[in-house]
């Protein structure tokens, strides 16, 4: 077993062994000439691109089959919530996750509604005051409230924030504070 197996399961797609160092082409028979082995260079280095590619192909398509089964294994696991506007959530206090003999500390803060979630899926959210967080909140750190209802946002509630900034806001690839 090589060391590359040992380590991630698979054997390796490169086209040379780890073993012995040597490319994996048919040894010749007999000493070459100066010709002959210009020849037989060549002839590897024309064979190069296809092995590239076909390398290439095979890399991708272990990369994603290791995803499919990471998906596969951790389906329970893996939830999106996917928090409607006015939905009330807990948010993760991560300062204490990392420290772990804080027993007192507050694992999440909250409740705080939901305003929007952006394209890069992060939420920003609000005190039920409605002051906004300076921040949008990761959406592992989003957990939900469990309330009887959802809390109606009136017409105007965000009168600190202009409409244009709120826009741009939802618009923004921000993964958001972990």
Request: glycine content about 6%; proline content about 7%; some cysteine.
């Amino acid at each position: 077993m090589s060391p590359y197996r040992a380590v991630t399961g698979q054997e390796p797609l490169l086209p040379l062994d780890f073993i012995q160092a040597t490319w994996l082409t048919t040894p010749p028979s007999r000493l070459l000439t100066h010709d002959e082995l210009i020849v037989q260079r060549a002839l590897e280095l024309l064979s190069r691109q296809e092995e590239l590619d076909k390398l290439s192909s095979d890399v991708y398509a272990s990369r994603v089959a290791a995803a499919q089964r990471w998906a596969d294994l951790n389906a329970q696991r893996i939830r999106d919530f996917n928090f409607k506007r006015g939905s009330l959530v807990l948010m993760e206090n991560t300062r204490a996750r990392k420290t772990l003999p804080d027993k007192a500390k507050a694992r999440y803060f909250g409740p705080l509604v939901v305003l929007f979630r952006n394209r890069g899926g992060a939420y920003h959210l609000c005190e039920l005051n409605g002051a906004a967080l300076n921040y949008p909140v990761s959406a592992c750190r989003v957990m939900p409230y469990l309330a009887r209802a959802a809390v109606p946002l009136p017409p105007g509630f965000l009168a600190d924030l202009a409409q244009e900034r709120v826009d741009e806001l939802e618009a923004s690839e921000d993964g958001g504070v972990e």
